[in-house]
């Protein structure tokens, strides 16, 4: 059974920062783009950010550039999303997600990743 678990969320103020962690077992994950979407209350789920098998490449939203970092352990089958300078629209519930999306420029879309993790919550306090 595959498995996706994040980690690492919490209560940060603004301009805090948040090291957020996604576990993924199961199955070998090579060639899969890995991504984290979030989605805020009453709201939809928005692309974050996605990086490639390799980490060659990385995609971000414009709203998050400059103040997320997206990595990857392959060895450890576990991607993260370092998230900095927050601010109180960051506020919501990430998530991980993996799918076989073989360029960056379709990682944005949500039905190109078929294993979502249940998501961690971000609250950013002013």
């Known amino acids: 059974q595959v498995r996706l678990v994040e980690s690492g969320g919490g209560l940060v103020q603004a301009g805090g920062s948040l090291r957020l962690s996604c576990a993924a077992s199961g199955r070998t994950f090579s060639g899969y783009t890995m991504g984290w979407f979030r989605q805020a209350p009453g709201q939809g789920r928005e692309f974050v950010a996605a990086i490639s098998w390799s980490a060659g490449g990385t995609y971000y939203a414009n709203s998050v550039k400059g103040r997320f970092t997206i990595s990857r352990d392959n060895a450890k089958n576990t991607w993260y999303l370092q998230v900095s300078s927050l601010k109180a629209e960051d506020t919501a519930v990430y998530y991980c997600?993996?799918?076989?999306?073989?360029?960056?420029?379709?990682?944005?879309?949500?039905?190109?990743?078929?294993?979502w993790g249940q998501g961690t919550q971000v609250t950013v306090s002013t």
């Open positions: 997600a993996a799918g076989p999306i073989r360029s960056l420029g379709y990682s944005g879309s949500a039905r190109g990743y078929n294993y």
